[in-house]
């Protein structure tokens, strides 16, 4: 059993930067991600990251977000630069774990000027 829990939503202007983090309780996950869903949108992948470091990033940001994980902490977190208002989603971390998946609520990103 995995639980998640998000922080660093928010409010940000244009190319400004945001962190977002996930602490997760429990066993430590094979694969954590992040998810993102804008307004009339489906759920999409925007990061993940094996057991053993390896990242994968959506076309869309690469080269703007990195995805980083702690395991003695049991945390993940994202890293968002150079954000644009179509990064404005709902965000959502992920955990993967005994062919179970399981999601945190969900933290708000907003970019506007």
């Known amino acids: 059993q995995v639980q998640l829990v998000e922080s660093g939503g928010g409010l940000v202007q244009p190319g400004g930067s945001l962190r977002l983090s996930c602490a997760a309780s429990?066993?430590?996950?094979?694969?954590m991600a992040w998810y993102r869903q804008a307004p009339g949108k489906q759920r999409e992948l925007v990061a993940s990251i094996t057991s053993y470091g390896r990242p994968n990033y959506a076309d869309s940001v690469k080269n703007r977000f990195t995805i980083s994980r702690d395991d003695a902490k049991n945390t993940v977190s994202l890293q968002m630069n150079s954000l644009k208002p179509e990064d404005t989603a709902v965000y959502y971390c992920?955990?993967?774990?005994?062919?179970?998946?399981?999601w945190g609520q969900g933290t708000q990103v907003t970019v506007s000027s």
């Open positions: 992920y955990a993967f774990l005994l062919a179970r998946s399981f």
């Open positions: 429990g066993s430590i996950a094979n694969t």
